[in-house]
């Protein structure tokens, strides 16, 4: 069903098998499960975009904005990878991510995204999209609104998004740092677009790997830690240099209940930050004896990051704990990353092992 506009309009999925495709960028590192299990509840075929690579890259770089932050751009290569690959799709799934916090906000790239996309690129293929708004309406609502497109009734709808939520909750119990991204490669049927382990130079020895180990927090939103063309493969790097990888997937989920406050006054104001903020706090206070070193990872132009940043590297500071931070955007050059790593896991290795 494809239009020559980007408006969806109600089809009954009932009759036909519908496919949707989504962009394996942004919060497809976070909620990519969710989305691809509610829409194969609602009897469609789920397409994703094959794993970022340079060509993709430089795609979106052209495609958007100059000023827009490298993920975004990512996205915009990923959704001209879908229509490339395949043109035959019923719908391109953008959603709409304003906030699950009732006192929180996504970035505004979250918020006005189905419209960037859909004014920024002509694309001839329909918008499908999910909105979540915790200010305004409760997310299974969202989802509701969803399904009547694609021709399921309240109470279908509303089952399938249980069942997804569900399902998607066992999911990511299952999911770590060491494979989050092989987790999310599963979601892809796609053969063609399997992703190979690279091999890199081993930085250690092997008669003394494993003697001087480190534990390195890797700091970031999802789409930045997990999204390893552009991060240069961070975590497998740090796995050769003999280094146990942290992100915010490997803590508890009861860590992130209690609010962070900037000072007396105010409290954190974006979502996504919001998490990181919580991270760091734990690592800073009793989880202070679990890490070596910090890495946070920044999107270049990003302002809520650049705010945040500050605050973290100067409590890592006062609590004494390594801290490296790395900006991203689509000119970061590999041997410049590399370098920066690798000085900082041998400064903290010569300090903890001398």
């Known amino acids: 069903m494809n239009t020559s506009n980007n408006l969806p309009v109600p089809y009954s999925s009932k009759n036909k098998i519908l496919k949707v495709g989504i962009p394996r960028a942004l919060y497809f590192y976070k909620y990519g499960p969710l989305w691809v299990f509610f829409l194969q509840n609602l009897k469609s075929e789920v397409l994703i975009s094959a794993p970022t690579t340079e060509k993709i890259v430089a795609t979106g770089a052209k495609l958007a904005l100059s000023e827009l932050c490298v993920p975004l751009k990512i996205y915009f290569g990923h959704v001209q990878a879908l229509i490339d690959e395949y043109p035959e ?25 189905p419209e960037t996309i859909k004014y920024g690129m002509n694309v001839p293929i329909p918008i499908l999209t999910l909105e979540v708004n915790a200010k305004k309406m ?21 089952q399938a998004w249980v069942l997804a ?113 919580k991270t760091a706090r734990y690592y800073l206070t009793e989880g202070k004896s679990e890490i070596d070193g910090v890495i946070f990872l920044i999107s270049f132009a990003c302002g809520p990051d650049s705010l945040i940043q500050e605050l973290v590297m100067r409590d890592m500071k006062t609590r004494k704990i390594p801290f490296l931070s790395l900006i991203l955007d689509e000119h970061s050059g590999e041997s410049g990353v590399i370098t920066r790593i690798e000085s900082l896991v041998d400064m903290i290795r010569r300090k903890k092992y001398n």
């Open 165 to 277: 939520l569900q399902k998607y909750k066992k999911f990511k119990e299952n999911m770590n740092s060491s494979n989050y991204i092989m987790s999310l490669a599963k979601l892809d049927s796609n053969p063609l677009h399997e992703i190979k382990k690279r091999k890199f130079r081993e930085v250690i020895p092997e008669n003394i790997r494993g003697k001087f180990p480190l534990d390195i927090l890797i700091l970031g939103h999802s789409y930045n830690v997990y999204e390893s063309h552009i991060n240069k493969h961070l975590i497998e790097r740090l796995q050769t240099m003999d280094c146990n990888v942290r992100t915010i997937e490997d803590l508890n989920p009861e860590k992130f209940k209690k609010p962070v406050k900037i000072n007396k006054i105010y409290e954190q104001y974006w979502q996504s930050e919001d998490e990181i903020l």
């Open 138 to 158: 409760h997310s299974i609502e969202g989802a509701i609104q969803m399904g009547k497109i694609l021709g399921f009734d309240q109470e279908e709808t509303s």
């Open 89 to 113: 799709l019923d719908y391109i799934f953008i959603p709409r991510y304003v906030s699950t916090h009732e006192k929180q906000y996504y970035c505004p790239k979250f918020l006005i995204l």
